[in-house]
């Protein structure tokens, strides 16, 4: 099949084909790749002990500690938040909060337990006070979540919440526009689904039917690979 006619084919079942990051306001970074940062031949031990010790941005000066990601180092899902919280920052793990009993709650509905997957946030230190990711600090941190997902190889990425989604696609759409569309992400063109962030579903769990739809939609995607 020509690549023409691959890419007509994806178009006609509403996939969209990955494409390089676009400059743009907002959120829209151009991160450094990971080649440029020297990162893209890392392994786990180097990636970690680069995580650690990481003064790339000011964060490093105010948080308790680095959180790195957890999970099967081998998982088929792999699914990326925003930032470390309050409590992330004191046990150094992701989604140990409210919002990770509630995104532990949307694996199980998809008969995945949290030990299954892999977890990172965009950000490996929390930002004060909780407030948004700033550009350059994404722009600094990204490349470790780009090795970390080209490592796992995994066969979907699942992206919670605006901040991260629009972080990993270089894009300031919203999110209503960017869910319900598999993207494709990186090199490897792996299939990229949004959904809202657990947080913003503890304060409007009306949606959670919509994220219930979001999850089986990833599935679907996971499925077709
Ligand atoms: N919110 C996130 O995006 N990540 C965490 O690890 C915790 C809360």
């Given at each position: 099949m020509t690549p023409a006619l691959r890419k007509a084919y994806l178009r006609a079942m509403q996939i969209d084909t990955w494409s390089a990051r676009t400059r743009g306001s907002g959120l829209a970074v151009q991160a450094p790749s990971p080649g440029a940062t020297g990162?893209?031949?890392?392994?786990w031990g180097e990636l970690e002990a680069g995580v650690a010790g990481?003064?790339?941005?000011?964060l490093c000066e105010s948080r308790t500690r680095t959180v790195f990601g957890v999970g099967d180092?081998?998982?088929?899902w792999f699914v990326v938040g925003e930032a470390p919280g309050a409590e992330e920052d004191r046990?150094?793990?992701?989604?140990?909060g409210r919002a990770g009993q509630l995104l532990n709650a949307m694996l199980r509905a998809i008969?995945?337990?949290?030990?299954q997957v892999f977890i990172a946030n965009v950000l490996k230190c929390r930002p004060p006070g909780n407030r948004d990711p700033q550009p350059a600090e994404v722009a600094e941190c990204l490349p470790y979540l780009e090795r970390q997902i080209a490592l796992v190889k995994p066969r979907i990425v699942l992206v919670v919440g605006r901040v991260a989604a629009q972080s990993l696609l270089g894009t300031d759409e919203p999110l209503a526009r960017l869910r319900g569309r598999v993207h494709r992400y990186g090199p490897d063109a792996r299939p990229l689904v949004v959904t809202y962030h657990p947080a913003y579903l503890l304060r409007s769990p009306a949606d959670k039917r919509k994220a219930w739809d979001d999850l089986r939609f990833a599935r679907e995607a996971a499925g077709r690979g």
């Open positions: 990162l893209n031949e890392a392994d990481c003064r790339r941005c000011t180092r081998h998982a088929a046990q150094g793990e992701p989604f140990v008969a995945l337990d949290r030990n």
